[in-house]
């Protein structure tokens, strides 16, 4: 018999939990599971959309006040007919940030109910204000699941510590990497202005955020382009962060760094380069890390990302620096992740 498997996501905008999900909703197996996606704005980023198996469910989304009340009192504020879509075996909160989606995920009749951890909820709140707020308001909530789905092991003992639980039922899984569509995609002819394949090309990808480190970056690449000329960085992705980060590197680095925005097919843009650069300060698991991996792209990653990222083997700040200098073209080897996305789906099934 079918296992009924909930996910409740806030939207599915350019990001990389929305990616992970899109990722997953596409990969899993609909003769084992029944899944309902709920979420609570319309549309879709990612080209082709959702498979025609998942059953997607649009909801209004609560009052935005109930984002800064106690979680359990702001939650009887809300009233949706939940009995009608019946039990569920699971009930997720993918998104783990959104009132809405904990809404969802513990108003919905389920036998059990998880939330996924993207981030090392320590580090984030140490380093983001906002969030903090928010945290204040929403940690009620997290007694009411039954389990916590970590993309990473380093995310469990921070999210202990910072949540004040005294222990917790961890189910470590990491994100899905579509290998077919970075296949289908990589072999596309993209547009990339003023690349020039003589050159030693780096690319970064994910939201221009605080978060991710580009200003790290930035001022790490422009040290490395004052020693050679030959240096390029293509930034992939789009955030409030956009425009400071681009005064930074033209004053930094003038014509050696360039923005892309975001882009619907970012692996046609990998598959064009020579290597794949990320100092984020903090993360969750990089999703990013993993696509270029499976590119074949040789990584050049702070010390701090091995935590997050089975296998990497990162740089110390002046180490990467050096070998940001001393990079040369190498022959791709990509990896097809075949026992990474097996272990990935069987975790989901045994929810």
């Known amino acids: 018999m079918k296992k009924r498997i909930a996910f409740f996501q806030s939207s599915m ?4 939990i929305e990616k992970s999900l899109f990722n997953l909703m596409h990969n ?3 003769n084992r599971v029944d899944a309902t996606l709920f979420l609570f704005e319309d549309g879709c980023f990612f080209p082709g959309g959702f498979p025609k198996e998942l059953d997607v469910k649009l909801l209004s989304p609560p009052p935005r006040i109930c984002s800064f009340l106690p979680f359990d009192t702001a939650r009887h504020f809300w009233k949706h007919d939940w009995e009608q879509y019946g039990e569920f075996d699971v009930a997720a909160d993918f998104n783990s940030y959104q009132f809405s989606c904990a809404c969802g995920a513990l108003g919905v009749k389920a036998k059990r109910r998880v939330m996924w951890l993207h981030n090392n909820v320590e580090i984030k709140l140490q380093n983001e204000w906002k ?6 308001f929403f940690a009620g909530k997290l007694k009411h699941y039954d389990c916590f789905i970590p993309c990473s092991k380093a995310l469990e003992e921070p999210f202990l510590h910072a949540s004040g639980l005294e222990k917790a039922n961890f189910t470590v899984i990491q994100n899905y990497i579509d290998i077919t569509e970075i296949r289908a995609k990589q072999g ?4 990339i202005p003023a690349f020039d394949s003589k050159n030693v090309n780096f690319v970064a990808l994910g939201r221009l955020c605080h978060q991710k480190g580009y200003d790290i970056m930035i001022d790490l690449f422009a040290k490395a382009c004052r020693e ?7 930034i992939i992705g789009g955030g409030f962060d956009r425009r400071v980060l681009s005064q930074q590197a033209e004053r930094q680095a ?3 760094i360039i923005f892309l925005g975001e882009q619907s097919n970012p692996y046609a843009i990998l598959d064009k380069m020579d290597a794949f650069l990320s100092t984020s300060r903090y993360e969750g698991q990089p999703l990013n890390i993993e696509e270029a991996r499976a590119i074949g792209l040789p990584l050049y990653c702070t010390k701090n990302l091995e935590q997050y990222s089975e296998g990497l083997q990162g740089y110390e700040m002046d180490e990467l620096l050096q070998a940001i200098i001393h990079a040369e073209k190498q022959e791709k080897k990509p990896d097809e992740l075949e026992e990474y996305n097996r272990e990935i789906l ?4 045994e929810l």
């Open 28 to 30: 899993l197996d609909y």
């Open 228 to 234: 050679r000329e030959d240096l390029r960085l293509y």
């Open 131 to 136: 969030y903090r707020v928010l945290w204040h």
């Open 346 to 349: 069987e975790r989901v099934y």
């Open 13 to 16: 905008g350019a990001g990389g």
């Open 188 to 191: 596309e002819t993209p547009e």
């Open 254 to 256: 003038p014509g050696k």
